[in-house]
Each structure stands twice: as structure tokens, then as C-alpha cells.
């Protein structure tokens, strides 16, 4: 009778260790879901791109009010070229972040990508409304206004804003140049 009780405290010890492997592995693995996609943003094969997009994509659909995967899930659009699905994602993120300059920011540049330049401009506007600083928001509107619009009165101010700012970046160096070639009345030669 002793060997059959040490048995099963023995099976007993081994089915808890097993039921409680499995318990935390579950629940790691659940974690990690919430988390969001574990590839950097910005980085990866197509392969890592459609894997994080799909993962992203349960999660939202499971927690649609999870700002931070709806972001991720717009930036990797953006970066597979899917403009419109892009928007969408960034528009579901605004939903729950309005004020998030960034996405503001990236939304306005899908925008731009698909040709609603007013759109675009839009969301640069109010990008600057809750920051005037906000550098990519000056560089972006100016970009529309004088190579989309065909407008350089309307977007050099932007992009002397932006100088004022930021004068020594390699960004703004180059913004300098373009002014200069605008003011000449030559405007650079675009893609």
C-alpha cells in the first residue's frame, strides 16, 4: 500500500507540474497577444509585415478600443503600400487618441499618397493646432502645397517654420535649398 501512495503522489506531483506549465504558457502566450506584434515596426520581411498585420488584426478585432495595435496596424499598412486600409486603421486609432500628432501626421501622408490633398492638408492643420512645433506636420504641408498643389506660396511659409525650428538637420538643410530654389522662381526637379 506504501508504493501504490507514492505512486500517486508521484503522478500527482508530475499532472500539477504539467497543468501548471500549461497554465502559464497560456497565459504568457496571452500576454504577448496583448501586447501587440513582437517584429519591430518598420522592419521585416513581407513575410514578418503579413504575420504582424494578421496578429495585429485579431487583436483589434478582440479589443477594438487598443490604440496602441491600431497604430502599429496603420504603420505597417503604411509600410506595405496599403494606403487606404492605412487610413482606416489611423482613423480607428484617432477615435480613441484625437489629439496624437503623429498619427494625425501619418494618416495626412495616406492621404496625400492617394491624391486627396485636402485631406492631407487637413490633418497637417490640425497636427500643428495642437502643436506648432510639430516637425513633420510643417515639412508635409509644405510638400503638398508646393509640389502637389503646385503652390509654393502657400507651403514655403510652412517650410520657413520649420527652419525656425529645426535649422541644422540634415531635414532642414535641405528645406533651405528648396526655398532658395523656389525663391529663384526654379522649383527642383520632382521625382
Known amino acids: 500500500m506504501k508504493n501504490e501512495t507514492i505512486l500517486i ?3 500527482a506531483l508530475i499532472v500539477g507540474l504539467l497543468g501548471g506549465y500549461l497554465v502559464f504558457s497560456i497565459s504568457s502566450s496571452h500576454k504577448e497577444e496583448q501586447a501587440g506584434p513582437a517584429i519591430p515596426p518598420g522592419s521585416g520581411t513581407p513575410t514578418d509585415y503579413a504575420r504582424r498585420i494578421a496578429e495585429a488584426e485579431k487583436i483589434v478585432a478582440q479589443d477594438p478600443k487598443n490604440v496602441t495595435v491600431w497604430i502599429s496596424l496603420g504603420n505597417d499598412y503604411f509600410d506595405t503600400e496599403q494606403a487606404h486600409k492605412a487610413i482606416g486603421a489611423y482613423a480607428k486609432a484617432l477615435e480613441l487618441d484625437p489629439n496624437n500628432t503623429n498619427v494625425l501626421t501619418d494618416q495626412g501622408v495616406m492621404y496625400r499618397r492617394v491624391g486627396w490633398y485636402d485631406k492631407a492638408i487637413a490633418n497637417f492643420e490640425r497636427a500643428l493646432k495642437i502643436d506648432p512645433k510639430h516637425l513633420q506636420s510643417l515639412y508635409n504641408i ?6 502637389d498643389m503646385k503652390k509654393p506660396d502657400k507651403g514655403v511659409p510652412y517650410w520657413k517654420r520649420y527652419i525656425e525650428v529645426d535649422p541644422t538637420s540634415a531635414t532642414g538643410i535641405h528645406i533651405k535649398g528648396l526655398i532658395e530654389q523656389y525663391s529663384k522662381g526654379t522649383p527642383p526637379a520632382t521625382k
Not at 509644405?142 to 509640389?147: D, F, K, M, P
Request: overall charge negative; glycine content about 12%.
Open 9 to 11: 503522489a508521484v503522478v
Open 142 to 147: 509644405g510638400v503638398v502645397y508646393t509640389e
